[in-house]
């Protein structure tokens, strides 16, 4: 009379768009394994944390999460760390927190389903983490996407850059491409699905080199902007020293190819990009920038910022500022240098106190805001193309997001109400530092 019990898992998501992404994939995966997803620890037979290394505060919170959760443990409860703190730390997990039993990086979740056997098993010290040198990317059919109109493809994994601050190169091993054709498979399958937003992901999506030599990156854009049902296409992040024109002459020639390029600049004196080992001076940085400026598009531009590298002076700080005038940043995520373990920075002296970090950075982004305050107006009177993201009914306006990726809220007549993942074009009434509102134009 006796069946097994039931599977199931929870699974919590840390750090960027592509950890975001290996979940849907994990999932996915674990579905196809015979579990069910739950929505909270409490219900879950196994509890899974897909874990980001990038600052210490991220690395902390999966430790804190797993304090949380340890006397659950005694309930029979398995908690497994996947990700980038998992590679990382490795078997180190096991030490400080006794009660997991799964540690594994994400270059080996091919291995995924061997490994949940031996967790079924009782196995307590499953680990996934000898695949960094690996040549193959996390591809699985059972990706189990969360969002039904704009979905994910990784096209480009792991890094070679080495930029001397950064733990992703030891989380997520070399660099690594997809061919083209498959990720143009997954493209056209997507759109047979009904998604009409795709968004290519890597850690530097721009490095992408097709295996089969039969694409460029700027190709491959193009080509997935090109798949029929196909209406937007995103690429991040991108990196400055790969990124060349024909990026700007595909977006010029595509017009499914979004107005919006996420290059992240880190510091605007070529003397921190040095020590940062960025591989680009300033004055690169900004040749790129005009690039864009000179396309035909209006192309937004957003970047990350890091404030307080060690022997930052005011004077470079004072040439971070100079360049948000000089480029006007559509958008700028900034943080406080946060040193990492294995990385050359930690060796670097003159560290910067966490006070003056944390007052450049409300500094840096106080005066992004203003810019931003302003820039935002030039939207005002434009009829805008967006995507419906959803409703807010307290306000009863509805969520947008333009080709550039702007948030634009705005309000339909009751009889004209919008579908969720639909576009319609929104006249542009109110600009604020971080969105703009509308009306629904028809
Ligand atoms: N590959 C991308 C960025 C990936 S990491 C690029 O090179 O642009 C995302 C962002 O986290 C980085 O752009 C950087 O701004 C920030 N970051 C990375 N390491 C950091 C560290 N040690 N301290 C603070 N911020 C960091
Ligand atoms: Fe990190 Fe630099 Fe690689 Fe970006 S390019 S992921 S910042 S090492
Ligand atoms: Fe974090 Fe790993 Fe992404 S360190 S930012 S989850 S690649």
């Given at each position: 009379?006796?069946?097994a019990?039931?599977?199931?898992f929870?699974?919590?998501t840390f ?6 992404h ?20 409490e219900?879950?037979g196994?509890?899974l ?7 210490d505060?991220?690395?902390q ?18 908690f497994?760390?996947l990700?980038?703190?998992a ?7 096991f030490?400080?927190a006794?009660?997991?039993s799964?540690v594994?990086?994400s270059a080996?979740y ?6 949940l ?5 009782g ?8 695949d960094?040198?690996?040549d193959e990317?996390?591809?699985?059919e059972?990706?189990a996407?969360t969002?039904p ?10 890094c070679?850059?080495?930029c ?8 997520r091993?070399?660099e ?15 759109a ?22 039969k694409?460029s990156?700027?190709?491959?854009l ?12 995103r ?9 060349g ?8 020639a ?5 107005d919006?390029v996420?290059?992240?600049v880190?510091s605007?004196?070529?003397?921190v990009?040095?020590?940062m ?5 300033r004055?690169?940085?900004?040749e790129?920038i005009?690039?864009m400026k000179a ?5 937004s531009i ?5 404030v ?12 971070t500022l100079?360049?948000?005038?000089e480029v ?5 995520f900034g943080?406080?240098y ?5 990385t ?5 002296v ?10 450049r950075?409300?500094f ?5 805001r203003?810019l931003q305050?302003?820039?935002y107006r030039?939207?005002i ?6 995507m419906v993201e959803?409703?807010?009914?307290a306000?009863?306006q ?14 339909a007549p009751?009889?004209?109400s919008?579908?969720?993942g ?5 006249r ?12 629904l134009?028809v």
């Amino acid at each position: 009379m006796s069946s097994a019990p039931e599977k199931t898992f929870y699974l919590e998501t840390f750090g960027c768009q592509m950890n975001a992404h290996d979940s849907e994939k994990v999932v996915g995966t674990l579905v196809a394994e015979g579990y069910r997803q739950v929505p909270t620890v409490e219900e879950a037979g196994l509890v899974l944390y897909n874990t980001c290394s990038i600052r210490d505060k991220a690395e902390q919170k999966v430790f804190h999460r797993l304090n949380d959760y340890k006397k659950l443990q005694k309930q029979g409860k398995k908690f497994g760390v996947l990700g980038c703190v998992a590679q990382q730390e490795g078997e180190k997990i096991f030490e400080r927190a006794p009660y997991v039993s799964m540690v594994c990086g994400s270059a080996s979740y091919r291995n995924l389903p061997a490994m949940l056997v031996q967790i079924e098993a009782g196995n307590t010290r499953v680990t996934g983490l000898d695949d960094r040198e690996t040549d193959e990317c996390f591809e699985t059919e059972f990706t189990a996407r969360t969002n039904p109109h704009r979905g994910y493809i990784t096209i480009i994994e792991g890094c070679d850059k080495f930029c001397s601050y950064c733990v992703v190169p030891y989380t997520r091993g070399k660099e690594r491409s997809r061919t083209s054709e498959s990720v143009l498979a997954e493209a056209r399958q997507m759109a047979d699905l009904g998604y009409t937003e795709i968004q290519l992901l890597g850690q530097n999506v721009n490095s992408y080199r097709d295996p089969a030599g039969k694409r460029s990156f700027a190709e491959l854009l193009a080509a997935v902007g090109e798949v029929p049902g196909i209406r937007r296409v995103r690429f991040t992040t991108s990196h400055p020293r790969d990124f060349g024109r024909d990026i700007i002459h595909a977006i010029d020639a595509v017009p499914t190819l979004c107005d919006h390029v996420h290059l992240p600049v880190q510091s605007g004196s070529t003397r921190v990009l040095n020590a940062m080992q960025r591989l680009y001076t300033r004055d690169q940085y900004l040749e790129r920038i005009s690039w864009m400026k000179a396309a035909k598009r209006d192309i937004s531009i957003t970047s990350d910022i890091i404030v307080g590298f060690p022997g930052e002076t005011e004077e470079d700080f004072a040439d971070t500022l100079s360049l948000l005038d000089e480029v006007g940043y559509d958008g700028i995520f900034g943080f406080k240098y946060s040193p990492r373990p294995n990385t050359p920075a930690i060796g670097l002296v003159d560290a910067i106190p966490e006070e003056e970090k944390a007052r450049r950075l409300t500094f840096l982004q106080e005066k992004q805001r203003e810019l931003q305050r302003i820039s935002y107006r030039k939207h005002i009177g434009q009829v805008l193309q967006v995507m419906v993201e959803g409703k807010n009914e307290a306000r009863k306006q509805w969520a947008g997001r333009t080709s550039q990726n702007k948030i634009l809220n705005f309000t339909a007549p009751e009889d004209a109400s919008p579908e969720h993942g639909s576009y319609v074009p929104v006249r542009v009434t109110v600009a604020f530092p971080n969105s703009l509102a509308g009306e629904l134009a028809v």
